[in-house]
């Protein structure tokens, strides 16, 4: 009996202390992950983005457009059914044309998505002012608080999409700046909220999806927060280099990975319902128009 106790005692201690080091392991642990956690809790209170933003060459822009052309949103939402993206991707139907050509379907889009997002301002209004201090306040907010930067990003078949602020009156878009956007190559606008100017645009026949109409102007009312991000425009993800598709049904958007497959699917059922359609425009005697030629 004397001879047993050493060993029973042994393996007592034993016991005791692999328990003390197993409660041990937490504190250890978690004095790691502290640390490590307090280096990431810093860079989260700095702003960090979760989402990469992929870039594409012109090139490759142009090739994927190739595939799109003259689709409708119809076919393409078709499109987004086969790739299994049913119900994505479609915008809410309140962002609508400002303006419809039935004739040559000119308000219609096709291109690439470059993206920007303005939010409503914490600063303080200019209140009353002489003109020239006036003046002066405008420029200044639309140089260094509510700019355009991503103009330099606009190029051949892209299309601007905004995520504006929604809760202000304010008319981001104009039938100036919208101009200075098409010349750079811009195929057309699409916001979550709206347009000043609205008359002249359609005047100058450049495609603009919104959900309504806006008037005021930037300074005292938006700021730019971030460009070429993923934002939620009309209900949805948009990335930077999405193909957009637009037209009187509303818009959508073709995440770029699945636009290939997409597009092969809805240019077949365009051609079917053309030619379709082509036979009962001619057994009805209706001359033909540019959505059956």
């Given amino acids: 009996m004397k001879q047993d106790m050493p060993n029973q005692t042994t393996s007592t201690f034993r016991i005791v202390l692999l328990v003390a080091m197993i409660g ?11 640390s490590a956690q307090q280096v990431n809790v810093q860079q989260l209170r700095a702003g960090k983005n979760f989402i990469p933003t992929r870039v594409y060459s012109l090139e490759e822009d142009l090739e994927i457009l190739v595939l799109f052309a003259n ?17 994505i991707g479609l915008m809410d139907p309140a962002i609508h044309p400002s303006w419809k050509d039935t004739q040559k379907f000119t308000h219609r889009i096709v291109g690439v998505a470059v ?12 209140g009353h002012r002489e003109t020239e201090d006036f003046d002066k306040w405008v420029g200044q907010w639309y140089s260094e608080i509510s700019p355009e930067p991503f103009t330099p990003l606009l190029r051949p078949g892209t299309v601007l999409v905004i995520d504006d602020a929604d809760s202000t009156d304010v008319g981001t878009i104009g039938s100036n700046n919208i101009m200075g956007w098409k010349k750079r190559g811009c195929v057309g ?43 939620e425009c009309g209900g949805v993800l948009v990335m930077p280099g999405d193909i957009i598709v637009a037209d ?5 958007v073709v995440p770029r990975a699945k636009a290939k497959e997409v ?31």
Avoid at 115 to 126: D, I, L, M
Avoid at 248 to 252: M, N
Avoid at 264 to 286: I, N, P, S
């Fill in 24 to 34: 041990l392991m937490p504190i250890l642990i978690c004095g790691d992950v502290d």
């Fill in 71 to 87: 689709l409708r949103v119809a076919d393409v939402s078709d499109g987004m059914d086969k790739a299994g993206l049913q119900n």
């Fill in 115 to 126: 993206t920007a997002r303005y939010v409503p301002t914490q600063k303080s209004p200019a």
């Fill in 189 to 231: 606008v699409v916001t979550d909220t709206g347009s000043r100017d609205t008359d002249e645009i359609a005047a100058e026949g450049i495609p603009l999806y919104l959900r309504h109409v806006t008037r005021g102007i930037r300074p005292g009312r938006n700021e730019i927060e971030s460009v070429n991000r993923p934002i």
């Fill in 248 to 252: 009187g049904d509303g818009v959508i």
């Fill in 263 to 293: 597009a092969v699917y809805a240019g077949a059922t365009l051609t079917t319902d053309k030619a379709q359609r082509r036979k009962l425009y001619e057994d009805l005697g209706l001359k033909l128009d540019d959505s059956v030629k």
